[in-house]
């Protein structure tokens, strides 16, 4: 299935916002039209009114911002000045007061001048990776809408993906960026946990919570990246490698090569068993932290809230009140063991490339635990390693589109802007 999508990138919302009134207008023709009315409740938390939003159109032109004149979403675990934040359930602000201030990320974008133009919902607490949510409907992927988004940061790539607006803020804590962009076929880039820009954001795991963002076009995410990190440079040659691990379907697994290629050659045998047995047994060690924190995060109205909580979301968070001391031993150990691999790979090599999705938008058949895994292997070492990592889109034959993880050591990377321009060109 195809799908028709308006002109979406910072150029065109440029142009459009040299008249704020129009602009605001636009965004609010989008959301109405690029959407069915089930998918605007499900991907859409809160949307200014045209007039606050032509307001905040013009500011941005006379702000001379390098962002200028493009507006974004935010995912609703992120804080705007006097909106509720729900993080996708239904009783946040019922246990958490709603804040004053625009959290730290909107306030650095705020600067560049970029417009803070709606929020997005998503999995119920972060604690999901398919974009599924009874409270306010399940995300599908835009142009395949019997396929979901990927989660958590569901409506922000959804919002990105259906021509809405150019640009979104997500999370990704074992891979809310990562599948969502491979998904829904954009580009994102996650950083690093402990960051100001999500340390002050709704928690699932404060070991492993990272900010980051999707946008439609390579330029477009390196004008972000510019804008709120700066471009890393390097006078030599850049080196990483291509490691194929998981499960991935066949087409997936072909697309992916083919894509690596442009980047980097396989790694070599020695380097290959190195990672792949560091890695055996990240999920394991990601699953008992991320239980242990969400725990922490919801200790005070877990149970007093219970009947509020999605089943499944509910039972996730409370096995992290029941991990053993030898389950947290043996996690703690094994994210000791990744971290240190990590730390030797990139004394040789700038960067790692993996597939960022072992297939593409599940179904909602495909939602359950054995996809969910299958996911996680992929994505669970970075984020036991706490690095940064930007997804480029790959597509596949059937239209469909999977991704691949550039995992570097630091936000500032000169492998960023590198790789990037080479997937612009190629």
Known sequence: MTMSVPPNDFSTWRELSADPAAAAREVHRRAATCLSPAQQRAVIAW??????????FAASAASGGPLRGVPYFVKDLFDLAGVPTFA??????????????????VQALHRTGAIAAGKTHMHEFA?????EN??????????????????????????????????????????SVRVPAAFCGLFGFRLTPGHPWIAVAFP????????????????DLLAVNSALLGLGTSQRALNGCYLECGELDADVAEA?????????????????????????????????????????????WLDSHRSRYTPMVWDRIDLGRHRSDEECTRAAIKRTVVRSTWASYFLTFDYLVMPAAPCPALTKAQCDQVHRQRLLVLTAPASLGGLPVLTLPVALPSGLTVGLQVIVNNPQSPVIPWALERWRNA
């Open 47 to 56: 949307l200014p009114e045209e007039k606050a939003l032509a307001s905040a």
């Open 88 to 105: 996708g359930s239904t009783f946040l602000p019922e246990v958490r007061p709603t804040r004053s201030a625009d959290g730290a990320l």
């Open 127 to 131: 604690y999901g990776i398919t974009g």
């Open 134 to 175: 009874p409270n306010y409907g399940d995300c599908e992927r835009p142009g395949f809408p019997e396929r979901t988004t990927g989660g958590s940061s569901s409506g922000s790539v959804a919002a990105v993906a259906a021509g809405i607006v150019p640009f979104s803020l997500g999370s990704d804590t074992g891979g």
């Open 204 to 219: 699932l795991s404060t070991h492993f919570d990272t900010a980051g963002w999707f946008t439609t076009t390579a330029e």
């Open 256 to 300: 992916c090569r083919r894509a690596a290629d442009k980047l980097c050659a396989p790694a070599d045998a020695a380097t290959r068993a190195g990672l792949l047995h560091a890695f055996t047994g990240s999920t394991e060690s990601y699953a008992v932290q991320t239980s242990l924190d969400a725990a922490a995060a919801h200790a005070g």
